[in-house]
């Protein structure tokens, strides 16, 4: 019985121990937890656009006398990448419910129509439209591969909205296959004004285009050049 009393303060300073470690080690983890959450998820650096001066606009172009037929776009979604002078922009086309436009697309990527081609015209408020309009290997918008296209794809509610590809209009409204826009900021065509034919969608490189909106446009104008000149190099397509 002598030794009991040792023995049960050995106890008692045993388990206070114990607990103050455990209190150490609880605290311990709310801090690294609190700043855990504090710091939040790490995000991958944004990369900067950044371009380069675009080539001369070539002298000639491809030219056809018809339009291809719809089955080229063969009824399915294609891919397209345009490799610019200020990066690359990633569309997906839909061939099945704007077919005889996405088929003019794919055959005019592959005959190289495009290579080399400016982006000549960027529209901004107080302009009715908003898009960054590509596809005119002349650097005049005055090139045509020879033929026109009838509207496809019309929005219901004719609004284009942010990353929409759409093909663009000619005088007297007239369909055009050459030039095509990627929509910058959402816009809705005024009743009794031109409607477009929509393409597609941008998939990736939208940050291209609002790079080049964020220049403005040219001597401050809401429709002209873009004052951040960019060019298409080339266009690569494949199928789904």
């Known amino acids: 019985m002598a030794d009991a009393q040792p023995a049960r303060r050995r106890t008692v300073r045993l388990l206070v121990g114990t607990a103050l470690l455990c209190l150490a080690v609880g605290a311990s983890v709310i801090v690294l937890t609190h700043q855990q959450r504090q710091a939040g998820p790490t995000q991958a650096p944004t990369v900067a656009v950044t371009c380069v001066s675009p080539p001369t606009p070539r ?20 891919r397209a990448a345009l490799h610019t002078t200020c990066g690359d922009v990633t569309l997906r086309l839909d061939g099945q419910r704007a077919p005889r436009s996405v088929a003019s697309f794919i055959a005019l990527a592959r005959a190289g129509y495009w290579t080399d081609s400016v982006c000549h015209r960027l529209t901004t408020p107080p302009a009715p439209t908003a898009f960054l309009q590509c596809g005119d290997p002349s650097g005049r918008s005055t090139a045509e591969p020879g033929y026109d296209l009838p ?28 030039e095509f826009f990627v929509v910058h900021h959402d816009f809705t065509v005024a009743p009794g004004s031109p409607v477009y034919s929509l393409i597609g969608h941008v998939d990736s490189g939208l940050d291209v285009v609002q790079h080049i909106v964020s220049g403005g446009g040219e001597d401050f104008r809401s429709d002209g050049p873009p004052f951040l000149s960019v060019s298409v190099l080339s266009v690569d397509v494949h199928r789904l």
């Open 151 to 178: 509207l496809e794809n019309v929005p219901a509610d004719q609004t284009y909205r942010v990353g929409d590809v759409g093909m663009a209009r000619g005088d007297g409204f007239l369909g055009t296959a050459g």
């Open 59 to 78: 002298a000639t172009f491809p030219r056809f006398t018809t339009a291809p037929p719809a089955s080229v776009a063969a009824g399915s979604d294609w």
